[in-house]
């Protein structure tokens, strides 16, 4: 900490000496240090909530367990793993073309006016509210991939496709598909503004190289300007998944929340966030842990895909920026 | 990174011009559809909420309380009156605490603590919002067996603090450093220089930050689900239970009554339109600052 020297002539306060410095950086450490708590607290809360689970059943036996079954006070939550991870990969696989389709016409093709469209769209989509995506996905889509799913599973039922029809699962409109379609929507604004941020740093000089070897537009695009950006694509990519993994309300209230293993294709599932949102209400002792003891996998998850992310956008910029 | 010898090998030689046309107006055409397809979910959804939110509104909606569906299902004034207590006391605790952080970071770049600060700043923000609903209910409410709006309070302001930190660190960082040094120079302590000078050059940034941080804690629904615990009575008590827009929406959803499907519609206009306010105010407060 570099001091200053006192005034000449001091006569004020001695907070205006070293002493008034050193209480305001105190002041602005003990703020510092609180973000900082809140997240080993979240940590430890979540650890300490879930040990009787955890104690319960083992690490291993709690998160490979495939029942969860309240009456008998059995918990497990490998249902819920991997309906979290099968949801927020589908939508980010189906998120991934449009998410870089629009950062590149964004900042390669799209006029200044359309640009700022564009990215005021993406804005908007990353700022609406969960609820309302989900209040969208459970009133409005929902009945609409309803009636197309009851066609597709007429088709299979006519056709005597058995095992289609075991892929396809009920008919119902809430489940699987819908929750991916929803998720989808909610992540490519993450995915997009990432890549458009990377897309836009690369360097004039590298397009116009490859312009003057004779590149088509396109060519110019796919050789020179995404190999330059794929890093803060990636990181785009990753965090969109990690946004997929902790999404709440839109996917409880649209995927139907049924944990039995196996989960098909429109037929109801289930994820963590979801399931701790539809269990809570009667949660008590060893269930309120096996709920919180999710909450701690979540948490893993969900910090490691961070760490993950932001550790690519801090390599990319050290080797991009120059 | 690429040195251009592995772009003229990717590039074929001679001929085939035409297909290579053929192929740059396909892609175009392809990376257009992949627009179009990011941008009609968002005119689906503001239209839906739009046309069915409108149809609902009217002035009692908007001023009455709940009432069962029987007695013509009331309105939401108990939900925004909540939703706004508990997100100005979530601004002052999370502003207070984003705003301090990032004004470390910003004014003491070499304290050691800043790189731990700031990655688990940026950690915090990706975490899920459930998981700080989560905590909170963990340390406040089950010790003290009930929710309430406080409770409520605490979880939107983890949810604001990192949004607030990393928005004030990146606009103090804009005003120059000669600033800092013209007070130094006149003899100011350096917290002095702050609080006088580089702050209020930067006033405009820091309530970006807050209403960026504000967009975002207003929709949230399921960290108040386990904290606030929701409410159908208006209160301005924050120590009882309390309702917020977003956890309306989110239990009329599920209601099979189509009243109350109507008015979810109807309380997801109100917060859109609260969320789109307080990002607009986030830009035209960033445009006037540049």
Redo the contacts between chains.
């Keep these: 900490?570099a001091s200053?020297p006192p005034?000449?002539g001091a006569r004020q306060s001695p907070?205006?000496?070293?002493f008034?410095?050193r209480?305001?950086?105190a002041?602005?450490?003990l703020?510092?240090?609180?973000?900082?708590g809140?997240?080993i607290?979240?940590g430890w809360?979540?650890a300490?909530?879930g040990s009787q689970a955890f104690a319960q059943f083992g690490l291993l036996g709690f998160l490979g367990g495939v029942t969860w079954d309240p009456v008998a006070d059995i918990y497990g939550a490998w249902p819920f793993i991997i309906g979290t991870l099968i949801t927020s990969l589908a939508a980010i696989v189906l998120a991934f073309?449009?998410?870089?389709?629009?950062a590149?016409?964004?900042v390669e093709?799209a006029p200044r006016w359309l640009g700022s469209i564009?990215q005021y769209?993406?804005?908007?989509?990353a700022?609406?509210?969960?609820?309302?995506?989900?209040?969208?996905g459970?009133?409005?889509l929902a009945p609409i991939l309803r009636s197309q799913q009851q066609s597709i599973v007429t088709w299979a039922l006519e056709n005597q496709q058995d095992w289609l029809l075991a892929i396809l699962g009920p008919p119902i409109g809430f489940g699987m598909t819908t929750a991916v379609i929803v998720l989808a929507?909610m992540v490519?604004p993450y995915a997009?503004s990432l890549a458009k941020d990377s897309i836009a740093l690369v360097p004039g000089a590298?397009r116009e190289?490859?312009y003057a070897?004779?590149?088509?537009?396109?060519?110019v695009?796919k050789?020179?300007v995404l190999?330059?950006a794929k890093g803060g694509i990636l990181a785009g990519i990753i965090?969109g998944f990690?946004?997929a993994?902790?999404?709440?309300?839109a996917v409880v209230?649209v995927i139907g929340n049924n944990n039995n293993l196996p989960f098909t294709l429109f037929g109801s599932a289930t994820t963590i966030?979801a399931s701790?949102?539809n269990e809570?209400g009667e949660a008590m002792d060893l269930k309120l842990s096996a709920l919180?003891a999710l909450?701690f996998v979540?948490?893993i998850m969900?910090?490691l895909?961070?760490?993950l992310?932001?550790w690519i956008v801090k390599r990319m910029s050290v080797?991009?920026r120059l | 990174m690429t040195p251009p010898s592995s772009i003229a090998s990717v590039i074929p030689k001679g001929g085939n011009l035409r297909i290579r046309r053929v192929w740059n107006s396909v892609m175009l055409v392809l990376l257009v559809l992949g627009s179009i397809v990011v941008v009609s979910p968002l005119i689906a959804v503001l239209g839906a909420v739009l046309v069915n939110g409108l149809a609902t509104i009217n002035w009692a909606f908007l001023t009455q309380e709940f009432r069962p569906v029987t007695e013509g299902g009331g309105g939401v004034w108990h939900a925004i009156v909540g939703t706004l207590l508990m997100n100005l006391l979530a601004l002052l605790i999370g502003g207070l605490l984003g705003f301090a952080g990032g004004v470390l970071l910003s004014e003491y770049p070499d304290h050691p603590i800043n790189p731990y600060l700031r990655t688990i700043s940026d950690l915090l923000n990706g975490l899920p919002a459930l998981l700080k609903g989560l905590v909170i209910y963990a340390i406040i409410v089950l010790p003290t067996g009930m929710f309430s709006g406080y409770a409520g309070a605490l979880a939107l302001a983890i949810i604001l603090t990192p949004i607030v930190l990393r928005a004030t660190e990146g606009v103090l960082q804009l005003v120059p450093w000669s600033v800092r040094e013209a007070g130094l120079a006149l003899g100011l302590p350096r917290w002095r220089v702050i609080i006088s000078l580089v702050i209020p050059a930067a006033t405009a940034g820091v309530v970006t930050g807050l209403m960026l941080g504000f967009a975002r804690a207003a929709g949230e629904a399921a960290p108040l689900y386990f904290t606030a615990g929701g409410s159908q009575f208006l209160n301005f008590n924050l120590g009882q239970q309390t309702e917020s827009l977003a956890l309306t929406i989110f239990k009329y959803a599920n209601e099979p009554s189509v009243l109350r499907q109507e008015q979810a519609w109807g309380a997801a206009l109100i917060l859109t339109i609260m969320v789109l306010i307080a990002s607009l105010l986030a830009r035209w407060a960033t445009r006037k600052y540049n």
């Design positions: 900490m200053q005034p000449i907070l205006y000496r070293a008034g410095d209480i305001f950086l002041a602005l450490l703020f510092g240090l609180i973000v900082i809140i997240v607290l979240m809360q979540l300490a909530g073309f449009p998410a870089i389709a629009v590149i016409y964004a093709y564009l769209a993406l804005e908007l989509l700022a609406l509210p969960s609820v309302i995506y989900g209040l969208w459970l009133l409005v929507v490519i997009a590298q190289a490859a070897l004779g590149a088509t537009k396109w060519e695009i050789n020179a190999p330059y965090l990690t946004r993994l902790g999404e709440t309300m209230m966030p701790i949102i809570f919180l909450g979540l948490f969900s910090g895909m961070n760490l992310a932001a080797e991009g």
